[in-house]
Structure formats: C-alpha cells, structure tokens
C-alpha cells in the first residue's frame, strides 16, 4: 500500500506562495489518480486538487487560478503550487489517492497570516 509524507508548509502572509511536496512510497503511484486536501480547525477534510495518471487537472472553486497540481511520476512525487495566498487557506495540507483514499499521512502545516 502506498504511504505518504507530505512537507512545505509553514506561515506566510497574505499573497504570498508555497510550494508543497508529497512523497510517496510503494508501487503504483503512477497509477493513481491523486489528490490535495486540507483540513482547517472545526471542519471537514476537503479535496482542494486532483491529478490523473495523464496530467488531467481539477480544482475546487477557492483555489482555482491561485493553485497548481503538478507530478512527477519518475520520482513518485506529487507537489501543490500555491500562490496569492489567503487567510482561508489556513489548514493541515494532505496528499492521498483520490476516491478511494488510503491512509492518511500527518499532514504539513500552512498559516496565511499577517
């Protein structure tokens, strides 16, 4: 089964970018269709990005045009530009299979703050 670590995350003002890394191990990553979630204080985990085995792209409404999903199949990696960041995009950033997902990993931590 296939793990993950993400890492990048970290506080920075509002505008400003990160970009996160996701590391996975086990076979079959570049099978999968993988996503980004995040989880802010009190709420659900949402799906903020996924990415098919081919390239294929999708973004939730908050995060489109501000967000890029990219991966690199040869080194089972999966990162998450983000730029012009937002206080709301304060939460624990994942990565994991999208539908069905596996286990989760702990996650990095982004604050958008001033």
């Known amino acids: 089964q296939v793990q993950f670590v993400e890492s990048g995350g970290g506080l920075v003002q509002p505008g400003g970018s990160l970009r996160l890394s996701c590391a996975a191990s086990?076979?079959?990553?570049?099978?999968?269709?993988m996503g980004w979630y995040r989880q802010a204080p009190g709420k659900e985990r949402d799906l903020v990005a996924r990415?098919?085995?081919?390239?294929?792209?999708n973004y939730a409404d908050s995060v489109k045009g501000r967000f890029t999903i990219s991966r690199d199949n040869a080194k089972n990696m999966l990162f998450l530009q983000m730029s012009s960041l937002r206080p709301e995009d304060t939460a624990v950033y994942y990565c994991?299979?999208?539908?069905?997902?596996?286990?989760w990993g702990q996650g990095t931590q982004v604050t958008v703050s001033s």
């Open positions: 990415i098919t085995s081919g390239g294929s792209k």
């Open positions: 994991n299979k999208y539908l069905p997902t596996g286990n």
């Open positions: 086990g076979s079959g990553f570049r099978f999968l269709i």
